[in-house]
Nanobody, 115 residues
Framework: QVQLVESGGGLVQPGGSLRLSCAASGSIFSIYAMGWFRQAPGNQRELVAAISNGGNTDYADSVKGRFTISRDNAKNTVYLQMNSLKPEDTAVYSC?????????WGQGTQVTVSS
């Protein structure tokens, strides 16, 4: 049984920072891509950032220059450092991991940017 457990969400003021973490556990031999999606009420889910097992990264245009994705392969963990947060970044953020040809999802963590 593979599990992804997220942490680090919360309430932050505009211009602030948060760091999300997502740790994979269970029967894992190798993880390929990992990343983060987000979904705000009334909006479609969108890819925020992704990182390959080789370290190649991809970002949504809306977060380029503000968010940084990284991973620790030894810990099967992916991180999302979010700086200069804006109210429009408010959403439920969910991590994913491609493991043995299947996409696994975390439970989601709420990020709220508000004064």
């Amino acid at each position: 049984q593979v599990q992804l457990v997220e942490s680090g969400g919360g309430l932050v003021q505009p211009g602030g920072s948060l760091r999300l973490s997502c740790a994979a556990s269970g029967s894992i031999f190798s993880i390929y891509a990992m990343g983060w999606f987000r979904q705000a009420p009334g909006n479609q889910r969108e890819l925020v950032a992704a990182i390959s097992n080789g370290g190649n990264t991809d970002y949504a245009d809306s977060v380029k220059g503000r968010f940084t994705i990284s991973r620790d392969n030894a810990k099967n963990t992916v991180y999302l450092q979010m700086n200069s947060l804006k109210p429009e970044d408010t959403a439920v953020y969910s991590c994913y991991a491609s493991i043995a040809g299947k996409i696994r999802w975390g439970q989601g963590t709420q990020v709220t940017v508000s004064s």
